[in-house]
């Protein structure tokens, strides 16, 4: 069964820090591989996606993921996070057959601090 | 366009009535997902819509849970008597098509609705 492991449940970064977001998935084939962003009393947004190809992929908000097939991880990472980053963001993958409903790591709440 | 609506926003009902959730697509999506988001549980699936007909109920967590389509647009989630554990916030989420075999459409997803269960 596929199953994805999101290891922090919360996380603080000042303002203009770095961030890198861990998550790591179980799946018997190379799955496809999301990272969706919830703002408080809001639905889920999209940032990046990885199907194929480049393994560094780019998203919106200035966002980045990078697949590493041999430690099973897809990572997502931001050179210099801004206040309005702070929210809950979830780590997803779906199958490569079948229908395509999503399986979601518990999530990771991330703090802006000033 | 418009996007993914779900209503009502939220809802509060006693333990052991019915509550219907609705929720209405994108335009044109053929595909059309429930999940459940809940402290104990994170986000789960709970069933898949192509057009009308539901060929994943997977994630239904009883029969008390009830999902129809109508007119390849709007979808309704029935919960029967209600438990308090039901309370979560249900998302959906829509996509242009279903996919299978090697295709993956974006899913869309609704502001949710908060449903809490006294």
């Known amino acids: 069964a596929q199953s994805v492991t999101q290891p922090d449940i919360h996380i603080t970064v000042s303002e203009g820090a770095s961030l890198e977001l861990r998550c790591n998935y179980s799946y018997g084939a190379t799955p496809y591989l999301f990272w969706y962003v919830q703002s408080p009393g809001q639905g889920l947004q999209l940032l990046l996606k990885?199907?194929?190809?480049?393994?560094l992929v780019q998203g919106i908000k200035g966002f980045e993921a990078e697949f590493k097939r041999s430690q099973s991880s897809f990572n997502l990472r931001k050179p210099s996070v801004h206040w309005s980053d702070a929210a809950e963001y979830f780590c997803a993958v779906g199958a490569r057959s079948g229908f395509q409903k999503l399986v979601f790591g518990t999530g990771t709440r991330l703090l802006v601090s000033p | 366009g418009a996007g993914v609506s779900q209503s009502p926003s939220n809802k509060v009902t006693e333990k052991g009535k019915d509550v219907e959730l609705r929720c209405d697509p994108i335009s044109g999506h053929t595909a059309l997902y429930w999940y459940r988001q809940s402290l104990g549980q994170g986000l789960e699936f709970l069933i898949y819509?192509?057009?009308?007909?539901?060929?994943?109920k997977s994630g239904l967590p009883s029969d008390r849970f009830s999902a129809e389509r109508t007119g390849g647009s709007v979808s309704t989630l029935t919960i029967q008597r209600t438990q308090q554990e039901d309370s979560a916030v249900y998302l959906c989420?829509?996509?242009?098509?279903?996919?299978?075999?090697?295709?993956?459409?974006?899913?869309?997803f609704g502001p949710g609705t908060r449903l809490t269960v006294t």
């Open positions: 819509f192509q057009g009308n007909s539901a060929p994943d």
């Open positions: 989420a829509s996509s242009a098509r279903g996919g299978s075999g090697g295709d993956f459409y974006e899913q869309y």
């Open positions: 990885y199907f194929s190809g480049d393994t």
